[in-house]
């Protein structure tokens, strides 16, 4: 449904085969714990409240639960355009321009060396452009997502091999702006 | 412009061939592993180096390694590891290592298949881009499995001498295996060069 920005096999593999394992490790990890009644977003957000020795498998599986949850929600077929309203007037106010914050965007997102994402987030009310490491969410920071972006190697391989600025560049077909523009609503 | 004679300088080895590889890992992958990934850290660090920092154009990637961070290093580090990585394997010669590597390798993990198990299984379990390696410690010689993250390399600890290195950054594996990274590297011991590892001991 996304093609040709993001394949239908890449789509299929992420989401039954990556995403699952993340959840997957995740239960495994918190099986039988207290910790299994924290919701996903719960649990990164305060991964010191976690045992030492399953913290660093909370902080990888539930991250990558946590992040890959979200990023569905943020891609559509319908998607693209330009956000609209009240975010899309705190973008230009904080970025300058829609094109300015899609080029700082993309930097972050071509930037980030290794595994990770891009992230468009709110924090302490305002917007800031950010990436994490691996699958590290930015919840775990105290910073909501309302946009992320995996740049990981297995979410554009099939399709892009190395060209990771096309995949970015294509990304922006499928933004699903209404979803984050209610996201930030919520955020700020 | 001046035309410089460079000492040395920062580099990665020749293509190796296409087919060298097989059955474990395609020709596709090879073609873009070298020369999109690899060579693109080369091209990465000399457009740096020209623009920015003409004193690494003197520097190995060694230098580069243990006096760089950041971006330099990230370069370097990826130039220097994958040059091992492409060394590290053959689909020609032996199925296993012989002589002082083969006794060393039972010293240190109780067999060969033991040994296998411990280092693919860290392949498989490498959380995001990194690398395995079998290294030797200096002081003591014994062989030690390590890991490093995203470019980093073992040489950055005095102590540590690489043997073999097997690439678990998803680029390496994703055209032939998808996300299947345990059966990676369980296929990537028929290609491992056990010469080169054990030209490699101390």
Redesign the interface.
Known sequence: ALDPHIDKETMTIHHTKHHNTYVTNLNKAIEGSALAEKSVDELVADLNAVPEDIRTAVRNNGGGHANHSLFWTLLSPNGGGEPTGELAEEIKSTFGSFDQFKEKFAAAAAGRFGSGWAWLVVNNGKLEITSTPNQDSPLSEGKTPVLGLDVWEHAYYLNYQNRRPDYISAFWNVVNWDEVARLYSEAK | MMKRTLVRCFSMIPQPPLDGFTPVLSEETVS?HYT??HT?YYNKLKAFAETERPDLLDKSNEDIIKTETGFAF?QAAQLYNHDFYWNSMSNKGADAPSGELAAKIVVEFGSFEEFKKAFQGQVGAH????WVWLVQEKDTKKLKIVQT???GCPITDDNLHPILTCDA???AF??DY??DKPKYAENWWNIVNWEFAASNLL
């Open positions: 873009f999109k990934h693109g990230n959380f995001g881009s990194g993250h995203d470019a950054w998803e680029h994703y055209i998808r996300n």
